[in-house]
C-alpha cells in the first residue's frame, strides 16, 4: 500500500492530499472574485436597436449594423471600477459614438458634464466641453475607418454620481483624432449597464469589459 505523502505547511506536517483540495478552494470564483484583480466581465444581455448583437461565453459583445448597443448586468457590487473598450471597426457614415449609462432597460439621458482635450492629425486641437449634456462622446469613426476607445467607470453600481476617464484613436474621413475625455454623471443611481450608439446611422464592432477591485 502507497505511504501517504506530506508536506510542510508552515506550521505543522499536513497531508498532500488536503493541500490539494486547499489549492482547489483557492481556485475556486468566490476566491477570484473577492481578490484584487482585473477580470472579463460576461454582461447578461445585449440588445441592439436594429442590426444584430451577441454575447461570446468569454464575455465579449459583438454587432453589426446596429443603431444602438445597450449591454446589460455588466455592473454589479462583485467590483468597483471597470474598463471599458470599445472597438467600432466601421460605420455607415462619419459618426460620433456616444454613450449612456442603463439600468432596468432604460438609458439615463440627462445630467452629464464632460471635457475633452485633443489633436487632429492636421495639428490643430479640439476642446469639447459641455456642463449638460445627454451623453458621453467616446468615439468618432468612418466607413471602412476603426474607432478604438478605451476608458474607466468608476464605481457605476454604486448609489452616488459616476466619473468616466478615458481616451480614444480614431477617424473619419476628414482627419485622425486623439483625445483625452473626463465625464461625470451626476444622478445619485446604481447602474447595471450602458448603451452605445453613433449619433446617425449604424455601427460595426466589438465591445469588452473587465472588472476589477481596489481593495
Given at each position: 500500500?502507497?505511504?501517504?505523502?506530506?508536506?510542510?505547511?508552515?506550521?505543522?506536517?499536513?497531508?498532500?492530499?488536503?493541500?490539494?483540495?486547499?489549492?482547489?478552494?483557492?481556485?475556486?470564483?468566490?476566491?477570484?472574485?473577492?481578490?484584487?484583480?482585473?477580470?472579463?466581465?460576461?454582461?447578461?444581455?445585449?440588445?441592439?436597436?436594429?442590426?444584430?448583437?451577441?454575447?461570446?461565453?468569454?464575455?465579449?459583445?459583438?454587432?453589426?449594423?446596429?443603431?444602438?448597443?445597450?449591454?446589460?448586468?455588466?455592473?454589479?457590487?462583485?467590483?468597483?471600477?471597470y474598463v471599458i473598450n470599445v472597438d467600432?471597426?466601421?460605420?455607415?457614415?462619419?459618426?460620433?459614438?456616444?454613450?449612456?449609462?442603463?439600468?432596468?432597460?432604460?438609458?439615463?439621458?440627462?445630467?452629464?458634464?464632460?471635457?475633452?482635450?485633443?489633436?487632429?492629425?492636421?495639428?490643430?486641437?479640439?476642446?469639447?466641453?459641455?456642463?449638460?449634456?445627454?451623453?458621453?462622446?467616446?468615439?468618432?469613426?468612418?466607413?471602412?475607418?476603426?474607432?478604438?476607445?478605451?476608458?474607466?467607470?468608476?464605481?457605476?453600481?454604486?448609489?452616488?454620481?459616476?466619473?468616466?476617464?478615458?481616451?480614444?484613436?480614431?477617424?473619419?474621413?476628414?482627419?485622425?483624432?486623439?483625445?483625452?475625455?473626463?465625464?461625470?454623471?451626476?444622478?445619485?443611481?446604481?447602474?447595471?449597464?450602458?448603451?452605445?450608439?453613433?449619433?446617425?446611422?449604424?455601427?460595426?464592432?466589438?465591445?469588452?469589459?473587465?472588472?476589477?477591485?481596489?481593495?
Amino acid at each position: 500500500m502507497p505511504k501517504p505523502m506530506y508536506v510542510w505547511s508552515g506550521t505543522a506536517w499536513v497531508s498532500v492530499a488536503s493541500e490539494v483540495e486547499s489549492l482547489a478552494n483557492f481556485a475556486t470564483q468566490s476566491y477570484a472574485d473577492n481578490t484584487p484583480a482585473m477580470r472579463m466581465i460576461v454582461p447578461s444581455s445585449v440588445a441592439v436597436g436594429s442590426g444584430s448583437g451577441s454575447v461570446a461565453t468569454q464575455g465579449t459583445v459583438s454587432f453589426s449594423g446596429a443603431s444602438s448597443v445597450s449591454i446589460n448586468g455588466c455592473f454589479s457590487s462583485t467590483y468597483d471600477r471597470y474598463v471599458i473598450n470599445v472597438d467600432c471597426d466601421s460605420a455607415s457614415t462619419n459618426i460620433d459614438v456616444l454613450f449612456r449609462l442603463r439600468v432596468s432597460g432604460t438609458d439615463a439621458s440627462t445630467n452629464y458634464s464632460y471635457a475633452g482635450a485633443g489633436y487632429r492629425a492636421t495639428g490643430t486641437g479640439f476642446n469639447p466641453v459641455s456642463t449638460s449634456a445627454t451623453n458621453v462622446d467616446i468615439g468618432r469613426g468612418g466607413t471602412s475607418y476603426v474607432c478604438h476607445s478605451t476608458f474607466q467607470a468608476i464605481d457605476p453600481f454604486i448609489a452616488a454620481p459616476t466619473v468616466l476617464l478615458g481616451q480614444f484613436g480614431s477617424k473619419d474621413s476628414a482627419s485622425t483624432f486623439i483625445n483625452n475625455f473626463g465625464a461625470y454623471h451626476s444622478d445619485s443611481t446604481s447602474y447595471t449597464g450602458f448603451t452605445i450608439y453613433p449619433n446617425t446611422g449604424t455601427i460595426t464592432g466589438n465591445v469588452r469589459i473587465y472588472g476589477y477591485k481596489i481593495g
